[in-house]
């Protein structure tokens, strides 16, 4: 592990060092406090929780406005929860979330490329501290970050305050970095000059003003480790039928021997994708994504299976941690870490012509999508950057086992009449796809046709003759919608008893 002196170059800053109990002692109420960290890496894994301990001890009343590029660990999070009043764009801790429903937190969902945007433009008010991990310190002041970039440059730029989390526990990310900001109003906005995964258009670091660094912390934490269940029979089935629609692509759209650059959201179902793509016949596989992540390390040292990629963080398991760490220097070579206004890029995504693929909640037989709630009230999570890719993709697929057996043992259907919240519209997606199948949506074609699509070839064959029943009960019109109550009524005990009838165990929610 290297030292601390050998990761700040910078004297200045080196004589702010100060132990983390003197520097959580610039939080006060009502502060708001953007950090680093996106998806669970990079965070600042010192300063947020000794910051809940000084707030529990000292000044347990205390509410703060806490802003990260995406989710952070549970470790991080959990303590400081309870002190915080908004939060925003994006988390996954259980406290947050329980917060956030009972409606004890203000939580503000907003996609990613447009969040870092309005930090920058002054929509969430000023930001009174940025507390950032870094790697590095340079001689002049600019800081390498580390795993994520998130909002951190954005938060280095506009905040009052600057506190540097220093890492020599984790490697030095000198190189990895590409870090250019948006214009803001009036100023006019330059065209982003990317035409490659691999182009680099800003600095490999971020420059600050160092008048405004208050305290440097030393850290001596890793990435807390991401975990993932091993791959379902239906996840794998999942990813092969993916493979299917890309390989109908190719055919139907010329593609070559090119696949365009994909995108490809976390969790099981994305790193089953992914390992299949590997054993797919492309070749040289380019990845514009928000996350590096486990299945696509076996990537990084087959020269004819991969090109490049470029994302906004990297996030492992502990094996794939150690894994990354072997092939730094590899990695280095491939991957590029930008900000997430860049990575969820509207121009670059359509640019590029870049393949969004991510795994909702549910989906209608129309096409729309939940990623975030519950019953249409219950957030989860948070949009994160799947509207950016769908939105703006040359093709969105969205992905999930066509059945879930949630925690009270009950087997519900993830094809549903209609998604009580709308995340994403019939308009945003190209292609619905479960373990039964996939189904199209990239012809000129009524929205009865597209349901009878996805009934026949993406819901669980349990579920499908239900599914045509709503579709009769109806009515006319061209998206049809029961509204007649008696007729609803009816329907869901209908629904109801086939959740209850449902004969062999499902993927646990």
């Known amino acids: 592990m290297a030292i601390l002196t050998e990761r700040v170059e910078c004297k200045e800053l080196l004589e702010k060092l100060v132990p983390v109990e003197e520097a959580v002692k610039y939080v006060h109420d009502r502060c708001k406090v953007a950090i680093s960290g996106f998806t669970k890496t990079g965070e600042p894994k010192v300063f947020i929780p000794a910051l809940a301990r000084h707030l529990a001890q000292n000044a347990p009343k205390t509410k703060i406005g806490l802003f990260s590029g995406a989710s952070l660990s549970e470790d991080v999070e959990n303590p400081i929860a309870s002190f915080v009043g908004k939060r925003g ?25 447009s969040f870092a945007r309005n930090l920058l433009y002054g929509f969430y008010g000023d930001i009174d501290l940025a507390v950032v991990e870094v790697s590095r310190i340079r001689q002049d002041g600019s800081v390498i970050l580390s795993s994520s970039v998130g909002i951190s440059a954005e938060a280095l730029k506009i905040a009052k305050k600057i506190i540097l989390e220093v890492n020599p526990s984790i490697p030095d990310y000198t190189g990895f970095h590409d870090i250019a900001l948006p214009s803001v109003h009036p100023r006019v906005g330059w065209p982003i000059p990317i035409v490659n995964v691999n182009d680099r258009v800003g600095t490999p670091y971020v420059e600050i003003d160092k008048s405004k660094v ?23 089935q999942i990813a092969q039928n993916v493979i299917e629609f890309l390989l109908y692509c190719q055919g139907k759209f010329n593609w070559g021997k090119r696949l365009p650059p994909i995108q490809s959201g976390v969790g099981n179902v994305a ?3 992914v390992s299949e793509l590997y054993e797919s016949p492309f070749q040289k596989i380019r990845f514009w994504t928000e996350v590096f992540q486990d299945g696509m390390m076996r ?16 996030s492992f398991s502990e094996a794939s941690r150690l894994e990354f760490q072997r092939l730094f220097a590899r990695c280095r070579e491939k991957v590029v870490l930008r900000p997430m206004w860049l990575s969820n890029n509207a121009e670059l995504i359509t640019r590029l012509y870049v393949i969004a693929m991510n795994t909702p909640i549910e989906v209608d ?11 249409g009230s219950r957030v989860i999570n948070g949009l994160g950057g799947s509207g950016d890719f769908f939105r703006h993709a040359y093709l969105s697929i969205v992905h999930s086992p066509s059945v879930r057996r949630l925690k009270n043992g009950r087997t519900v259907s993830c094809i549903m009449p209609y998604v ?3 995340d994403h519209t019939e308009h945003d997606i190209h292609c619905v796809v479960t373990e039964q199948g996939f189904a199209l949506n990239t012809e000129i074609r009524s929205a009865r046709r597209r349901a009878e699509d996805i009934i026949s070839k993406c819901a669980h064959p349990h579920f499908r003759p239900v599914l045509r029943d709503y579709l009769r009960l109806a009515g006319g019109g061209d998206e049809p919608r029961a509204t007649n109550m008696e007729v609803l009524h009816s329907w869901w005990k209908e629904y109801d008893a086939c959740c209850r009838s449902f004969p062999d165990p499902a993927p646990e929610e």
């Open 271 to 273: 790193n089953a994708i």
């Open 299 to 314: 990537y990084v040292e087959d020269d004819d299976k991969f090109e490049s990629a470029s994302a906004t963080a990297f």
């Open 420 to 422: 009580r919240h709308i």
């Open 214 to 236: 208050v305290a440097l912390i030393q850290s001596d934490k890793p990435d807390y480790p991401v975990a993932f269940k091993p791959t379902s029979a239906a996840d794998k």
């Open 89 to 113: 764009p994006y988390m996954s801790s259980s406290v947050s979330r329980k917060m956030i429903n009972a409606g004890e937190m203000d939580f503000t969902d907003v996609h990613l490329s």
């Open 365 to 375: 037989i129309y096409g729309h999508v939940n990623s975030t709630h519950v019953d």
